[in-house]
């Protein structure tokens, strides 16, 4: 069976994504074309370049993601370091050590740019807080004066799982067509940092084009929606670091509540998270595994009771009613 994939954000919840999709492969699944935010992207990237559930499990367990939070010399200043630190680059921690493990990870497949995939095969939501606007790449990077073709997927990843302040947001300067007569130089930069601002479970990717097609020709959208209460113990603040932790797990994990509308329930594969935050990087193995227990079981679960002909009657009223969920 070959459906679209739209994967949620949700940190280091990404193993329960692995989960789910390996239910998927061995009901015969196949990934037409696969969209996500945040760490969905990066899932979504993955296989998009080819990679199975099997070795997307094998990453996410293997990898330390601790390492992610390269720390500068700013962080030893006593007291104010991560603080000064924040003020200067407008995040706590780099992402380009995420952004070169992404690069790394696609590379071994062949793949660098959105040129080296099929058309249309992957797409990454980040936002534009400079202007407001949510990004669908590589399309919308065309924006900036660059080339969509010649963009890097990793680069793409990057922007997409840029928590604000927790890690530094990716700039771009205008090209001197977007530029304004007499803007001055600091008005000449976009932040664009993590699609979850907008829209963490981008539903709603394919169902224009899916729209305009007859039914028999319509490939199903199927999304990976990461639900359940984050952990009730209490998050202890002790200074600038922590604060902005708590404060970016709370923003981040309040998308796994995020209200899915009858009518789009169909199509939603949702997988327990089992308490686990967005921001806990120091996840312990064994609870890795029980969040991939918990995605192929949810996933397996769905797959028993899934109908294509009652997707497509569905998804016939999710159009006629405009109830996509696409932001406004």
């Given at each position: 069976m070959l459906v679209n994939g739209v994967f949620e954000g949700g940190g280091v919840k990404a193993i329960a994504?692995?989960?789910?999709?390996?239910?998927a492969e061995e009901q015969g699944v196949k990934f037409n074309q696969v969209a996500g935010t945040s760490s969905g992207a990066i899932v979504a990237a993955l296989l998009a370049a080819g990679y199975t559930a099997d070795e997307l499990k094998q990453i996410i367990m293997e990898t330390p993601f601790t390492d992610f939070l390269a720390k500068s010399w700013l962080h030893q200043v006593p007291v104010v370091g991560p603080a000064l630190r924040l003020f200067v680059r407008k995040g706590l921690y780099s992402g380009q050590k995420l952004e070169?493990?992404?690069?790394?990870?696609?590379?071994a497949k062949g793949i660098r740019t959105?040129?080296?995939?099929?058309r249309g095969k992957l797409k990454i939501i980040a936002s534009d807080i400079s202007q407001g606007k949510l990004l669908v790449l590589p399309d919308d990077i065309a924006q900036y004066g660059i080339d969509p073709e010649k963009f890097t997927v990793a680069k793409a990843v990057r922007m997409s799982t840029s928590i604000p302040y927790f890690f530094d947001p990716v700039v771009l300067r205008k090209s001197g067509k977007l530029r304004q007569k007499g803007e001055?130089?600091?008005?000449?930069?976009?932040?664009?940092v993590d699609g979850g601002l907008l829209s963490n479970f981008?539903?709603?990717?394919?169902?224009?084009e899916n729209s305009k097609i007859p039914p028999k020709d319509q490939i199903p959208t199927l999304?990976?929606?990461?639900?359940?209460?984050?952990?009730?113990?209490?998050?202890?603040?002790?200074?600038?670091?922590?604060?902005?932790?708590?404060?970016f797990a709370t923003m981040m994990g309040a998308h796994d509540e995020r209200y899915i509308e009858e009518q789009n329930r169909f199509r939603t594969i949702k997988i327990p998270t089992l308490g686990v935050?967005?921001?806990?990087?120091?996840?312990?193995?064994?609870?890795?595994?029980?969040?991939?227990?918990?995605?192929?079981?949810?996933?397996?679960?769905?797959?028993?009771?899934?109908?294509?002909?009652?997707?497509?009657?569905?998804?016939?009223?999710?159009?006629?009613?405009?109830k996509s969920g696409r932001p406004a």
């Open positions: 994504l692995a989960g789910a999709i390996k239910a070169q493990w992404m690069a790394d990870k696609l590379a959105f040129a080296d995939l099929p001055s130089f600091a008005d000449q930069f976009i932040y664009i981008p539903l709603w990717i394919y169902d224009e999304g990976f929606h990461l639900v359940g209460k984050e952990s009730s113990e209490p998050k202890r603040i002790v200074g600038p670091l922590s604060m902005f932790q708590a404060l935050r967005v921001t806990d990087f120091d996840i312990k193995p064994e609870k890795s595994i029980e969040l991939y227990k918990a995605g192929y079981e949810a996933a397996k679960a769905y797959f028993k009771k899934w109908s294509h002909h009652d997707y497509l009657n569905q998804f016939k009223e999710v159009i006629r009613k405009g």
